[in-house]
T-cell receptor, first 114, second 115 residues
Framework: GEDVEQSLFLSVREGDSSVINCTYT??????LYWYKQEPGAGLQLLTY?????DMKQDQRLTVLLNKKDKHLSLRIADTQTGDSAIYFC??????????????FGTGTQLKVEL | KAGVTQTPRYLIKTRGQQVTLSCSPI?????VSWYQQTPGQGLQFLFE???????NKGNFPGRFSGRQFSNSRSEMNVSTLELGDSALYLC??????????????FGPGTRLTVL
């Protein structure tokens, strides 16, 4: 079955790097995603990685995928106060045939302190 | 280009009532998905519509239903409301289910409170 887990809370100082971790169980996952949710807002897609890739970098964001351990991480370089939000990892099981049925993790609350 | 629009943004209902939520996708998008977000269960997939047809359905009781119109706007309905239906209901749109992954956009959600 599908199960995606994340740690609940992370606190970092402004300017430091943040690393948010996620583990998943569905070995047939095709795409893995990171979403950001700010208070009172919907979900913003930050980045995604295809399951045959190990790493993807997009400006301050670096995604690492360890498919053997089913571990996904999101590194945010030079973390700013505006990065404070809840971060969700999500996966698309291969059988859906498309990208719209997402299984989300529990979410990690990132707090950036001055 | 306008984003995904959800109406109403906030709703208060009592147990036993029914409710209809609306989602207008981004212009040109034909696929709409619905998700329920609660503190206890997190984000859970409800259903997905494409070209007026339900394409995927999550593990929710039959009280939860939806539909899509010819202009791609979608509605979801919850009948016989229960306290546990209190949640943020999120809608997402994309060009089509098989389109590239980065074209799925979420709306701000409808906050439903059941008293």
């Amino acid at each position: 079955g599908e199960d995606v887990e994340q740690s609940l809370f992370l606190s970092v100082r402004e300017g430091d790097s943040s690393v948010i971790n996620c583990t998943y169980t569905d070995s047939s996952s095709t795409y893995l995603y990171w979403y950001k949710q700010e208070p009172g807002a919907g979900l913003q897609l930050l980045t995604y990685i295809f399951s045959n890739m190990d790493m993807k970098q997009d400006q301050r964001l670096t995604v690492l995928l360890n498919k053997k351990d089913k571990h996904l991480s999101l590194r945010i370089a030079d973390t700013q106060t505006g990065d404070s939000a809840i971060y969700f990892c999500a996966e698309t099981p291969a059988f859906t045939g498309g990208g719209n049925k997402l299984t989300f993790g529990t979410g990690t609350q990132l707090k950036v302190e001055l | 280009k306008a984003g995904v629009t959800q109406t109403p943004r906030y709703l208060i209902k009592t147990r036993g009532q029914q409710v209809t939520l609306s989602c207008s996708p981004i212009s040109g998008h034909r696929s709409v998905s619905w998700y329920q977000q609660t503190p206890g269960q997190g984000l859970q997939f409800l259903f997905e519509y494409f070209s007026e047809t339900q394409r995927n359905k999550g593990n929710f009781p039959g009280r939860f239903s939806g539909r899509q119109f010819s202009n791609s706007r979608s509605e979801m309905n919850v009948s016989t409301l229960e306290l546990g239906d209190s949640a943020l209901y999120l809608c997402a749109s994309s060009l089509s289910p098989s389109d590239s992954v980065d074209t799925q956009y979420f709306g701000p959600g409808t906050r439903l409170t059941v008293l």
